[in-house]
C-alpha cells in the first residue's frame, strides 16, 4: 500500500488542522492505520491509532480530548483532526499502515507514508 500524507501547516497555539493520509494499492479496509510524529532531535512517536473497521482507537496521553482519528474505507483515507494546538505538537506526522497486531511502536507498522510539517507558533 502506497500512502500520501497531506493537510499540514503553520498555525497559531489554539488554532486547528486536518491531516488526511490517501492509501492506494491494495485493500485499504485491510489495514489498521496509524499517525505518528518526529520533531527535530526526537525519536518518533505514536499519537493515534485506528482499527480496520474503525471501532478500535486509541491515543498518546498527550493528545488525547485534543485529536480525533477517523477513517473513510471507501475514500481509502484516514484523518488526524487536530484541535486546541500547542507548540509541542509541532513536528513532522506520518501516517502508516499494518496488518499485524495492535501496537503503538513504529515497529509495527510496515508501510509509512512522507512526512507533513505541522508547526504550532505560540
Known amino acids: 500500500v502506497q500512502l500520501q500524507a497531506s493537510g499540514g501547516g503553520l498555525v497559531q497555539a489554539g488554532g486547528s488542522l486536518r491531516l488526511s493520509c490517501a492509501a492506494s494499492g491494495r485493500i485499504f479496509s485491510s489495514y489498521r492505520m496509524g499517525w505518528f510524529r518526529q520533531a527535530p532531535g526526537k525519536e518518533r512517536e505514536f499519537v493515534a491509532s485506528i482499527s480496520r473497521s474503525g471501532v478500535n482507537i486509541d491515543y498518546a496521553d498527550s493528545v488525547k480530548g485534543r485529536f480525533t482519528i477517523s477513517r473513510d474505507n471507501v475514500k481509502n483515507t484516514v484523518y488526524l483532526q487536530m484541535n486546541n494546538l500547542k507548540p509541542e505538537d509541532t513536528a513532522s506526522y506520518y501516517c502508516?499502515?499494518?496488518?499485524?497486531?495492535?501496537?503503538?511502536?513504529?515497529?509495527?507498522?510496515?508501510?509509512w507514508g512522507q512526512g507533513t510539517q505541522v508547526t504550532v507558533s505560540s
Open positions: 502508516a499502515a499494518s496488518n499485524g497486531l495492535w501496537t503503538t511502536s513504529t515497529e509495527g507498522y510496515g508501510y
